[in-house]
């Protein structure tokens, strides 16, 4: 939830981390439409606005296609297929998130109809297994749900699993394997989703490099946050993935930003004539940035007990919200000029001091469970006053809540 202290709140919510064609689409039609009807517009803004807006709806093989229903792909071209390739398959954020996730997209015509969904984890089981342990979050998140039951029949055939280590060599060439048997003779575009934890990444990424890119189409590979447990961690991951792969090829993912809370308060913000010039220390208090989850650690213990709620949350979802919170507009929405604009907020941020800070620890609600560890300091509860020393924010406090267990999710 993020509330202005003076303003009305403000519902809404999320932004993709790297060519976000959607957000795009939206922000420069909503922009068209105001300068029309404010005829404010001028020739030659019009026209760059308009250059930029076929740049962005005919990407090149660079970046990833812009959704399409499959009636439509299937009209241009019957020789192009897609693979996604999800690594660390049977783990939580897989079975709540991502798949869930593919199954929406597939529901809704934007995966073709032949895609081929490959899970692999070390855990032994078969196909139907991962069909069976899937299913129960699968859900039609559509309002008239027509042909739901045959849709997800049809998403469960097309899903796979293979099983092996992160660093094995042999299970990614069995994987690549099985890929180029479900994908046959025709052109194959190839995803690669890293669920899996960040010691694992560099093993998993080398492999996959080596073992499982296709030569007949584009590869491309996704990781979640946290990229590293500090600066040179994380210096040391990017630079091998950038040994394996190009940088259009990579894509950073945070979860949380692909809500329609910050797509929505971006756009009100850019595209809003009213609420842009309000948008500083002149006409606000304070902000006020809160994430609870009323679920705990739960089946995550030993991977929190590494991070803790600021590497798990605050350093990613908490301080790119208030990046693209608080940000200067950019020059333009490629990817580099927001990054800019981001890092500018993030080196404005004022050193913290103890006193702004409060960390607490949720009470385990069961003990007995293998992976909760009762006798650790690691908080799961995190709240501050953050400061952003800039012309803009001077002297406007960011007051930060997030935690786990806590009474209500929002």
């Given at each position: 939830i993020l509330r202005l202290i003076s303003l009305p709140a403000i519902d809404g919510s999320v932004f993709a981390f790297k060519r976000s064609t959607t957000f795009c689409q939206k922000f420069f039609g909503l922009r068209f439409w105001l300068i029309e009807k404010l005829n404010l517009q001028k020739p030659n803004r019009r026209e760059r606005l308009g250059h930029e807006s076929s740049r962005i709806i005919s990407q090149g093989k660079d970046q990833l296609p812009i959704a399409v229903s499959s009636q439509e792909k299937a009209l241009e071209d019957k020789s192009e297929t897609q693979s996604l390739h999800v690594v660390g398959a049977t783990g939580e954020l897989a079975i709540r998130k991502i798949f869930p996730a593919l199954f929406a997209l597939y529901y809704s015509g934007?995966?073709?109809?032949?895609?081929?969904?490959?899970?692999?984890?070390?855990?032994?089981?078969?196909?139907?297994?991962?069909?069976s342990i899937i299913v129960s979050s699968l859900t039609c998140r559509i309002d008239h749900q027509q042909n739901c039951k045959d849709k997800m029949d049809a998403f469960l055939s097309r899903t796979y699993y293979l099983n092996g280590g992160y660093n094995n060599i042999e299970g990614m060439k069995k994987l690549n394997e099985r890929m180029e048997t479900v994908e046959g003779e025709v052109e194959a575009n190839r995803i690669f989703y890293l669920s899996i934890p960040q010691e694992a990444l560099s093993d998993v990424s080398s492999s996959l490099a080596d073992n499982a890119q296709t030569s007949k189409g584009w590869n491309r590979i996704i990781i979640e946050k946290p990229f590293g447990l500090d600066a040179q961690s994380s210096y040391q991951l990017t630079q091998l993935l950038l040994s394996k792969f190009e940088e259009k090829q990579i894509y950073r993912i945070d979860h949380l930003l692909g809500k329609n809370l910050i797509e929505n308060l971006t756009v009100l913000r850019f595209s809003n004539l009213v609420f842009e010039p309000l948008w500083s220390r002149t006409y606000i208090r304070s902000v006020q940035v809160i994430l609870s989850e009323e679920w705990g650690v739960e089946t995550r213990g030993r991977y929190f007990d590494g991070y803790g709620i600021i590497r798990d949350i605050v350093h990613s979802h908490i301080l790119q919200t208030i990046a693209l919170f608080a940000m200067e507009a950019p020059i333009s929405l490629d990817d580099e000029d927001v990054r800019k604009e981001k890092v500018k907020v993030l080196r404005s941020i004022r050193k913290f001091e103890p006193g702004d800070i409060i960390l607490g620890q949720c009470k385990a609600s069961s003990p007995d469970k293998v992976d909760v560890y009762s006798n650790n300091l690691t908080p799961t509860f995190f709240a501050a006053a953050m400061y952003i020393d800039n012309a803009r924010w001077d002297g406007v406090?960011?007051?930060?809540?997030?935690?786990?267990?806590?009474i209500k999710h929002r």
């Open positions: 934007f995966l073709p109809e032949n895609v081929g969904i490959f899970g692999y984890s070390r855990k032994n089981i078969t196909d139907d297994d991962l069909r406090p960011f007051l930060i809540k997030a935690g786990m267990g806590l």
